[in-house]
């Protein structure tokens, strides 16, 4: 919400902004308006969102698939900009961000942040209350061991649901999964899911930078996890400071 500057209060904080432009790698153009949380002070309010731990579903998955279920990933779009606006404010504080240079946009505007936004420090811990809240709402229960596991039942199947922030991975019988997904994308914008029992080598299931898809035939599936392309994608990024790429193979580990 466009405000005047004259709105900020005592209580509130002003933050500056940066608009941040980019080339995805499709070639699509792309503008974010993020917020400069590095100058926001925390005052004693929790930050920190867990994430599941790379043992924890790399684990699941392959228990799952020993299960003969179905494993399906879903991205949340901007999942921050549809936090609830309930977990957005701390008390009577508001955040307002200056708008950055070069706009046009009369200095004595600020901007109010009514839901949340990139870049506060805050952002990832309301986010993952959003999501836990409306799981919870639908009959899911969170995990003692950790918020980003929850389980569920969805068409009368068990499900477990695994989140890193906005990647959310949902494991179970195929009607449960598809269900699951569904109350996801209810409340939620998300891309199109992709299932890995239908992912191969040359298109795989993406998560966290691994490449992951099923070799053999249903009776005797193994699943193959590779960072292949995301190492030559990073050797790529950083190509004056890399000297050569190796690959690990079974000599190494002997």
């Not at 731990?53 to 699941?60: G, P, V």
């Amino acid at each position: 919400r466009i405000a005047d500057v004259k709105e900020v209060g005592s209580e509130d904080e002003l933050l500056p902004s940066l608009l941040l432009l980019y080339v995805k790698k499709d070639g699509r153009y792309k503008a974010r308006l993020v917020a400069c949380g590095n100058f926001q002070r925390a005052g004693g309010t929790e930050v920190h969102a867990t994430v599941a731990a790379q043992e924890d579903w790399m684990t699941l998955i392959a228990m799952g698939i020993r299960c003969g279920w179905s494993v399906a990933g879903v991205d949340i779009k901007t999942a921050f900009l549809q936090t609830d606006p309930s977990f957005s404010r701390v008390g009577n504080k508001r955040t307002f961000l200056r708008v950055p240079r070069g706009l046009g946009v009369d200095t004595a505007k600020v901007l109010e942040v009514l839901r949340s936004i990139y870049g506060l420090r805050t952002a990832q811990r309301q986010w993952q209350a959003t999501f836990i809240a409306a799981m919870e709402a639908k009959g899911c229960k969170t995990s003692t061991y950790s918020e980003c596991l929850m389980t569920g039942t969805f068409a009368g199947e068990p499900v477990i649901i695994i989140t890193y922030v906005d990647d959310i991975i949902v494991l179970g019988p195929r009607k449960g999964t598809e269900a699951a997904l569904a109350a996801v994308r209810e409340q939620f914008k998300t891309n199109e899911p992709q299932f890995l029992e239908e992912c191969s080598a040359e298109a795989p299931f993406t998560f966290l930078g691994s490449a992951l898809y099923l070799q053999g035939c249903a009776a005797d599936r193994k699943l193959v996890v590779s960072q292949q392309h995301y190492v030559e994608e990073m050797a790529g990024t950083f190509s004056d400071d890399v000297t050569s790429v190796s690959s690990l193979r079974e000599q190494h580990f002997l």
